[in-house]
């Protein structure tokens, strides 16, 4: 199974915080968000069941409005799916022209796009890991324009990238894009760009604001929004780009009641995406503190989670941490004694670097 | 717009009937089930909220034991996606041989499989209608052999069809199955099958269950089931063709936490779905009555919905209907004069029925 047996537990998000249990573990493998969804966002989903039965048309007409406001754009420049799963698959297919594509990516990044690129029989080429496991935009850029001469190349990024948790150089990526190689479609994957800090980040949707038809831009509600459980992502490119993934997707206007209503919900409370950041923000700073203090080195976090190197091989250290009911992220080869951490609250964090404390002590790390 | 004005409405099933109005038009028009769900599915919504944040793999694995129970089957015989159009759009796509492959159905039919075919460049042939808007097997048949003799094959029957509400003949379909045409491939949508009441029917799960691996038998829970709005299908197949498809969607183990909560309730639920399919006998009684008594033909219902010969142009009736606030089906060509009528509530029959008589007294029809 592609994500062990962490799979079977699934965890409400509490409010009060309890010590994790076989029955409860503390799920620290999946970069959800662990505030759990609004109040606002629950109350719209006990609404939403009046109108279960029924097709959403309305509905996705009005998120769509809603959405574009929230981006800065225009509802033409949206596509919404079924979790950015959905937008990853149908943006692939859309780009591939059958037998002359080729998919460029780092060696270290979330595997779906490239998971997609091999059923659909697409070449996978990928470049090696900079320097603390950064991307290598330029052995990127190299190995891609030399692809685009025989070949259309499809370059995935995800920005931050998980599992490493770090962005790339904003001006290196723009003026990349900016020079519209021939042949070359970029998908950036922004799954986790509300959580950046770093002043120099900035969304490739500015480019798509200014015009450049050479990429898509994935949106999800899986993190900052708290809804992984709901299944919506969202493409954001230029119209004729959206047309084309649009082809990829059954019908757009069949989304969930439900996940509408907690969406909604969600993008009009300013305060939850706050609460959420600052939650982040703070539950990071208690697990680098003592990271800092046990001497555990870990890459700068722009996202919910942490890639730190434990210095051992990460299973002896995620199985000693099962037993003790937490859940770790999953290895990530080549990087095989790094550890990703996602962020729970600041009390499981607590939790979670005591344990770590009491590892040390037993010369576990 | 594909759906017309009627997408900008959305009414909440109630249970008291109150006339409709502008703002709470009477949904005639898109086959959705009047009950609304049951209070017991509700009700898991509204607990699933607390898990709302959390990727639902223990839910996913849950249900598709549920649903092999009440199907007879085994989970790896089922694959579970966003509504039947995402079932549609994979099973097209898994069976297309890009350059090769034709795709093959009756020229009255829902056009999902024959739009994913056309958005993959896969050429359609369609099949005129038999007698009575039926759709004519054999000549289907004759066409598929025809063009498997240099093509693949993707045959798409809707049984019972949408919209003309009847079956096609269970044993000429099996017969034609049964002989593993070469370089063929049958997708039986059998969205309406739990509303049918002709004993000569038999879904063609049979012949799954038989060992045939030249098919896939594709289901919804937006009719019996009163989910359109929560977007669950699902493919029934062998496990082979259930893996082909399966590379064809994202990830399967990326359902709505909703959704699932949803759908769990309802296949425990025997009462829910008794009452529903017993309502929709007793919604058709009311309108055959006054159709027959107007002498309105029709064709032999088996579903949620009546196909009724208007003799007039279906738009301006229609259009009298909406000044009723009454939504009918859309046009459906060739069958010009013809109105697709959904099956309301009873309470709802009886005031159309009363609409359609005043109708007949003004002369419209």
New interface residues.
């Given amino acids: 199974m592609?994500?062990g047996s962490?799979?079977?537990?699934?965890?409400?998000?509490e409010p009060e915080f309890t010590p994790p249990t076989a029955k409860k573990p503390m799920?620290l493998c999946?970069n959800?968000?662990?505030?759990?969804?609004s109040d606002g966002?629950?109350k719209a989903?006990?609404e939403?069941?009046?109108?279960?039965?029924?097709?959403?048309?309305?509905?996705v007409?009005a998120i769509k409005k809603e959405l574009a406001q929230y981006m800065g754009t225009q509802p033409d420049n949206l596509l919404l799916t079924?979790?950015s799963?959905?937008a990853?698959?149908a943006s692939v297919e859309a780009y591939n022209v059958?037998g002359k594509t080729v998919f460029v990516y780092p060696e270290l990044t979330y595997s779906?796009g490239a998971d997609?690129a091999k059923?659909n029989h697409i070449p996978v080429k990928t470049v090696k890991m900079g320097p603390n496991w950064s991307i290598d935009l330029a052995a990127l850029r190299k190995l891609a324009a030399q692809q685009a001469k025989s070949k259309h190349v499809i370059v995935y990024i995800v920005n931050p990238n998980n599992p490493t948790s770090t962005i790339v150089n904003t001006q290196a990526l723009f003026d990349w894009i900016k020079t519209k190689p021939k042949n070359t479609f970029f998908i950036l994957d922004e799954a986790y760009a509300e959580f950046v800090n770093d002043p120099s980040f900035k969304s490739a949707g500015e480019l798509i604001k200014e015009g450049y038809n050479n990429l898509v831009v994935l949106k999800t509600f899986s993190k900052i929004f708290?809804?992984?459980?709901?299944?919506l992502g969202f493409a954001y490119a230029a119209p004729a780009v959206i047309d084309n993934i649009e082809?990829?997707?059954?019908?757009e206007?069949?989304?969930?009641?439900?996940?509408l209503a907690?969406a909604t919900a969600e993008l009009k409370d300013k305060e939850f995406l706050a609460k959420s950041k600052a939650m982040n923000d703070e539950s990071r700073k208690i697990l680098l503190a003592t990271l800092d203090e046990l001497h555990i080195p870990y890459l700068p976090s722009e996202t919910n989670f942490v890639f730190m190197d434990l210095k051992v091989p990460l299973k002896p250290f995620a199985d000693r941490m099962k037993e003790e009911h937490i859940l770790v992220g999953r290895p990530f080869p080549p990087a095989t004694q790094w550890c990703r951490v996602s962020l729970g609250t600041p009390d499981e964090m607590k939790y979670f670097v005591q344990k770590l404390k009491e590892f040390r002590q037993k010369g576990f790390i």
Same sequence: chains 1, 2.
């Fill in positions: 592609l994500f962490a799979m079977d537990a699934t965890v409400a998000a799920l999946f959800e968000n662990p505030l759990g969804l966002a629950k989903i006990e939403s069941t009046s109108r279960a039965s029924r097709y959403p048309f309305a509905q007409g079924h979790g799963a959905e990853i698959r059958p779906d997609v059923r708290a809804m992984a459980g709901m299944r082809n990829h997707v059954a019908y206007v069949m989304m969930n009641q439900a996940t907690a």
